[in-house]
C-alpha cells in the first residue's frame, strides 16, 4: 500500500477550479468566502434611514401653511387650550393647581434674577459684596422652600373643598415647579390675575 497520496491530475484540478467559478457567479447560491464581507460602517449607512421625511418635495405655499399651523397650536397651547395642551396639564384639576400658584405672590419666582444679581455681585472685587451676595442667597432658597411648603399645604386644603378628594400623585411637584417659575414664562400662560379669588374653571 503506497504511502502517499497521487497528487490529482491537471485535468481534474482545471474541472474543479471551473466548478468554484460557476457557483460563485450563481445568483441563486449564497456568498461564500469569495465575496468580501461588507464593512460595518456600510452595512449602518446603507440601513440608515432619516428620522423626519425630507420635505423638499412641498410647495413654498404648504410649507407656510405648516409654519402657520405650528405656530397658532403654539400660541393655542401658551393660551391653555384643552386640546393643545400636553396630557401632563390637561384636565380641570391640573388648572385648579395652576391657578392656586397664579393668584399669588411666590418667593421662588423672584429667585433667579435674584440669584443673577448675587452672580454680578461676586464678580466685584470688595469683600463685603460677595459676603453679603452670598447669605441673601442663601437665605432667599431657605424663605423660597418654607414659602412652596406653606403654598402646598394651602392648595391642598382648596383642592379638596373643590374636588371632594386630594390631589393627585404628582400634584405637588407640578405645584412647587410652577412656583419656582417667573409669572411670564409659565407654560400654560397665567389665566388668572393675582389677587383673583380662586375658583374651579
Given at each position: 500500500m503506497p504511502l502517499w497520496k497521487k497528487s490529482a491530475e491537471p485535468a481534474e484540478l482545471s474541472a474543479a477550479h471551473t466548478a468554484d467559478a460557476r457557483s460563485s457567479d450563481d445568483p441563486s447560491r449564497p456568498a461564500g468566502k469569495g465575496r468580501p464581507t461588507p464593512k460595518r460602517r456600510d452595512a449602518e449607512a446603507a440601513n440608515r434611514r432619516p428620522l423626519v421625511a425630507a420635505d423638499s418635495h412641498k410647495t413654498p405655499e404648504a410649507k407656510a401653511k405648516a409654519r402657520?399651523?405650528?405656530?397658532?397650536?403654539?400660541?393655542?397651547?401658551?393660551?391653555?387650550e384643552e386640546r393643545y395642551l400636553s396630557p401632563r396639564d390637561r384636565g380641570p384639576e391640573r388648572r385648579f393647581l395652576r391657578d392656586a400658584v397664579d393668584v399669588r405672590r411666590s418667593i421662588g419666582e423672584f429667585l433667579l434674577p435674584i440669584m443673577i444679581t448675587v452672580l454680578?455681585?461676586?464678580?466685584?472685587?470688595?469683600?463685603?459684596?460677595?459676603?453679603?451676595?452670598?447669605?441673601?442667597?442663601?437665605?432667599?432658597?431657605?424663605?423660597?422652600i418654607i414659602d412652596s411648603w406653606m403654598l402646598w399645604?394651602?392648595?391642598?386644603?382648596?383642592?379638596?373643598?373643590?374636588?371632594?378628594?386630594?390631589?393627585?400623585?404628582?400634584?405637588?411637584?407640578?405645584?412647587?415647579?410652577?412656583?419656582?417659575?417667573?409669572r411670564g414664562s409659565r407654560i400654560p400662560r397665567p389665566a388668572v390675575k393675582r389677587g383673583d379669588e380662586l375658583r374651579r374653571r
Open positions: 402657520a399651523d405650528r405656530q397658532a397650536a403654539r400660541e393655542a397651547m401658551l393660551r391653555g454680578a455681585l461676586s464678580l466685584l472685587p470688595w469683600a463685603w459684596a460677595r459676603t453679603g451676595g452670598f447669605f441673601v442667597a442663601y437665605g432667599l432658597m431657605i424663605f423660597a399645604r394651602r392648595v391642598k386644603g382648596h383642592f379638596v373643598e373643590a374636588f371632594g378628594h386630594l390631589p393627585g400623585k404628582g400634584s405637588a411637584s407640578y405645584v412647587v415647579l410652577r412656583a419656582f417659575q417667573m
